[in-house]
């Protein structure tokens, strides 16, 4: 059974940065990429970007000036870092795993709720 | 920035057949990248409903399947259930974009 849990601030203050950690459990299988979604109110999901297992990393093109995903593997978690963040990126923010790159969202946690406000 | 387009909605009765269209472009379902669907209930997180345009994974009931044809893909849903409520995602790779894209998903209500 596959279990990933999302936790970090949910109010972020306008030019700030959010953060969130994701812990992984998924016992002997091991999934290899590790990604960022995130959902607007009332719209589809957005993907942000993943960490590959070996530490390599793709963004999304139109937020990857803004963003950066890093993973500690011995503690099976990994974090988002989303800078300057503005009203424009209050979403639910998933992360979820794959086993292959065309299958990179299999699994996922229940969401964090982040809020961009002062 | 969704590039691959569903209905906004389809509804139908218990026990009907259902299908819900994607369409893509020559970068994305047309350059031949699979294509995965996603059940989203209210309030929950999305769930992995078809992987690599028609395989299921474990659990998923047989009443859903999908497919794939040129640019376009499709999810069907048969024998209708009320559980079945939800919004569904389909979703694939664009090289255009460099990256993952989602669809704009679809409304399903049983009558």
């Known amino acids: 059974q596959v279990h990933l849990r999302e936790s970090g601030p949910g109010l972020v203050e306008p030019s700030g940065t959010l953060s969130l950690t994701c812990t992984v459990s998924s016992g002997s299988v091991r999934y290899y990429y590790w990604n960022w979604i995130r959902q607007s109110p009332g719209r589809g999901p957005e993907w942000i970007g993943y960490?590959?297992?070996?530490?390599?990393?793709n963004y999304n093109p139109s937020l990857k000036s803004r963003v950066a995903i890093s993973a500690d593997m011995s503690k099976d978690q990994f974090s988002l870092h989303l800078s300057s963040v503005t009203a424009a990126d209050t979403a639910v923010y998933f992360c979820?795993?794959?086993?292959?790159?065309?299958?990179?969202?299999?699994?996922w946690g229940q969401g964090a709720r982040v809020t961009v406000s002062s | 920035q969704p590039v691959l387009t569903q209905p906004p909605s389809v509804s139908g009765a218990p026990g009907q057949r259902i299908t819900i269209s994607c369409t893509g472009s020559s970068s994305n379902i047309g350059a031949g990248y699979e294509v995965l669907w996603y059940q989203q209930l209210p309030g929950a997180a999305p769930k992995l409903l078809i992987y690599e345009n028609s395989n299921r994974p474990s659990g998923v009931p047989d009443r859903f399947s999908g497919s794939k044809s040129g640019a376009s893909a499709s999810l069907a849903i048969t024998g209708l259930q009320a559980v079945d409520e939800a919004d569904y995602y389909c979703?694939?790779?664009?090289?255009?974009?460099?990256?993952?894209?989602f669809g704009t998903g679809t409304k399903v209500t049983v009558l």
């Open positions: 979820a795993v794959g086993s292959g790159w065309q299958r990179v969202f299999e699994h």
């Open positions: 960490i590959y297992y070996s530490g390599s990393t």
């Open positions: 979703q694939s790779y664009d090289n255009s974009l460099t990256g993952y894209v």
